[in-house]
């Protein structure tokens, strides 16, 4: 039974990456040009306050500074490198090198979660990273340096704020609501200033535009960060991690059908070791314990055998 909970939990929670591969098609078909603070707060302002108020509960004393930590890590400074890399960064390499998140995840949940560093995890990360690879290289000549550095730098924001989340966890009097609504606040506000210092307004907003925020806001942000830290709580964390790995498989099949772009052979094996992957680093089901006695070999007296313990009436009889 708990396996097959498990099962489901990952499924669920699988979504939430799979709705983040949606990112790449979004930044470079609706959202303005080049405005990666503004895409990134108008992703989790909005929708962080609206669960603040749905659930009525701000932090109480250390949740304060953990929410801020947790909000920059999963969300401010993780979606802003993230939408730098998809404006920066052609074919789909953001999402090659923010593949190696899973293998920052097996060392952090190793020094700070007590989890132990399984061979088939490190057998997980070597896959997951080579099937991206097939999935996404295009291989393009020249890449952009700060795009590169924005890639690797949100795959280490989201592999401390998975580690982090797990290790804290959140009061037992909170919900998930409130909790996911303290960190889209946190990262939103932490971004506020330097996109309106850094980033100028556009000089309109067309229907596209529009359609591109709104969708960020509600499944792109406030219901996949609800999956996604209910997955936490309910999985170790190097399983979550590479859950992530969901979400090149998106970007690639989203470009192929609204892009136009070809899905080669080795793009659909790329898929496939990607999967393996992911399937690779969930947790296995308990093996069942044999509760029955040892059977004797034949032919062994009935004096070998102990004697049954005394029930309470025979000790009293």
Not at 69 to 77: D, H, K, P, R
Not at 103 to 116: D, G, K, Q, S, T
Not at 182 to 208: I, K, R
Request: proline share 8%.
């Amino acid at each position: 039974m708990k396996n097959r909970q498990n099962v489901l939990t990952a499924a669920l929670t699988g979504l939430a990456p799979a709705v983040w591969g949606s990112t790449y098609v979004v930044a470079t078909e609706l959202l303005p040009p080049d405005r990666p603070l503004l895409a990134t707060t108008m992703r989790a302002l909005p929708g962080g306050v609206v669960l603040l108020a749905l659930g009525r509960r701000l932090p109480a004393g250390i949740w304060w500074w953990r929410a801020l930590v947790l909000g920059v890590l999963n969300i401010g400074a993780f979606n802003f490198l993230l939408f730098v890399a998809a404006y920066r960064l052609p074919g789909g390499i953001a999402a090659m090198i923010m593949s190696a998140q899973p293998m920052f995840v097996v060392i952090l949940a190793a020094l700070f979660l007590n989890e132990r560093i399984r061979l088939v995890h490190a057998l997980a990360c070597l896959m997951g990273a080579g099937g991206v690879v097939l999935l996404v290289f295009q291989g393009t000549g020249s890449l952009d340096t700060v795009g590169l550095l924005a890639a690797v730098g949100g795959a280490l924001c989201m592999a401390s704020g998975i580690t982090l989340t797990k290790r804290w966890g959140r009061p037992r009097s909170v919900g998930l609501l409130p909790f996911t609504g303290w960190q889209l606040t946190a990262g939103g506000l932490v971004l506020l200033p330097f996109w309106l210092s850094l980033e100028d307004l556009p000089d309109g907003l067309t229907a596209s535009n529009v359609i591109g925020f709104a969708y960020l806001m509600t499944l792109g942000a406030v219901l996949s960060y609800i999956v996604w830290f209910r997955g936490i709580e309910r999985l170790p964390a190097v399983a979550v991690s590479f859950l992530a790995l969901g979400s090149p498989i998106v970007a690639a099949l989203l470009g192929y059908l609204i892009k136009e772009q070809t899905l080669s052979a080795l793009q659909i094996v790329g898929m496939a070791v990607i999967f393996l992957a992911v399937v690779l680093g969930q947790p296995r089901p308990p093996r069942p314990k044999n509760d029955q006695a040892p059977s004797a070999p034949p032919g062994t007296p009935l004096s070998h055998f102990p004697d049954p313990p005394l029930l309470e009436q025979d000790r009293s009889g």
